[in-house]
Nanobody, 127 residues
Framework: QVQLVESGGGLVQAGGSLRLSCAAS????????MAWFRQAPGKEREFVAA????????NYANSVKGRFTISRDNAKNTVYLQMNSLKPDDTAVYYC????????????????????WGQGTQVTVSS
């Protein structure tokens, strides 16, 4: 079973930057698409970004396109989310997730495609 642990969240002013990390243990993530989701208070969890197992393909929600960058280091079994130009609307708990199908280039934004989840890290952006 894979365990995913997010880190790097915190409090930042609008316009600032944060870099989230998602470290995996137990099983490799190097052959799986990985994604970031977020859930703001009182709202449903939503897709943020996904990266293919090879790292050659990415997919972003329109709300973060051009500001966030997802990347991965398979040697370190870690996925990252670089968040720039942060806005108060980005305030949420951020979760990383792993797909169950290996070697798939699918970058599905649907939660059901990702059966493995971390516990989340809080990101708060003040105005």
């Amino acid at each position: 079973q894979v365990q995913l642990v997010e880190s790097g969240g915190g409090l930042v002013q609008a316009g600032g930057s944060l870099r989230l990390s998602c470290a995996a243990s137990g099983r490799t993530i190097s052959t799986y698409t990985m994604a970031w989701f977020r859930q703001a208070p009182g709202k449903e969890r939503e897709f943020v970004a996904a990266i293919s197992w090879s790292g050659t393909s990415t997919n972003y929600a329109n709300s973060v396109k051009g500001r966030f960058t997802i990347s991965r280091d398979n040697a370190k079994n870690t996925v990252y989310l670089q968040m720039n130009s942060l806005k108060p609307d980005d305030t949420a708990v951020y979760y990383c997730a792993r797909r169950s199908v290996a070697y798939s280039e699918s970058l599905s934004p649907g939660e059901r495609s990702y059966p493995y989840w971390g516990q989340g890290t809080q990101v708060t952006v003040s105005s």
